[in-house]
């Protein structure tokens, strides 16, 4: 094997300043100006090997399933150290023709009430340090980690779907409607 093909499976991710990551065998554990974190590597198959102001990512193979798995890993850690120094936030939009759905956060749940005129309220759960805050119409969540923030959403999006009947009619649901990198208040 040539050595352009052993580089193409090696990358680094620079640390941004003001973030620091250490390693505990699989673990790696972030601490940046908003907060802290951990990401667990257990399952991806990639070597991690951290020096003083990169990330050098190795992969355990040699194919182009290997390869992808690299950058996975590599986006990961950039959004994570993104997220630490600035933040992200998505609004969701509540929409509703008839029944007046709210929504409210209890602890780590979030309680959609009266969606299409049900007595009970739809609960769904909040993923990581994810801040969910209901402003009227809208549901703005903001935190620290891309795919808890983004796993919240898909929760809350996916217990206010229509079913068995016609969505093109019944366009009741809280829906996405912006996503951006910062921490809006």
């Not at 609004?91 to 309680?111: N, Q, R, S």
């Not at 609960?123 to 620290?144: A, F, Y």
Request: hydrophobic content about 35%; proline content about 3%; glycine content about 8%.
């Amino acid at each position: 094997m040539s050595t352009e093909q052993v580089e193409k499976f090696q990358d680094q991710v620079i640390i941004p300043e003001g973030v620091k990551i250490t390693q505990n065998k699989h673990m790696l554990s972030f601490e940046g100006p908003l907060g802290k974190t951990f990401k667990s590597f257990r399952s991806i198959p990639v070597n991690i090997e951290i020096t003083e102001d990169k990330v050098i990512l190795k992969t355990t193979g040699f194919r182009k399933r290997d390869y992808s798995i690299l950058h996975t890993a590599r986006s990961i850690i950039r959004n994570i150290c993104e997220g630490l120094i600035e933040g992200y936030t998505i609004k969701m939009k509540v929409v509703f023709a008839h029944f007046p759905i709210t929504v409210k956060v209890e602890g780590k749940k979030i309680l959609i009430e009266n969606f299409q005129g049900e007595r009970a309220p739809r609960t769904t759960r909040i993923v990581g340090n994810t801040k969910v805050i209901p402003k009227g119409e809208d549901v703005i969540l903001t935190g620290e980690v891309w795919t808890d923030i983004t796993q919240t959403a898909a929760n809350i999006a996916l217990k206010t779907k229509v079913k068995n009947k016609d969505h093109r009619v019944f366009l009741d649901g809280i829906y996405i409607y912006e996503k951006k990198k910062g921490i809006e208040k």
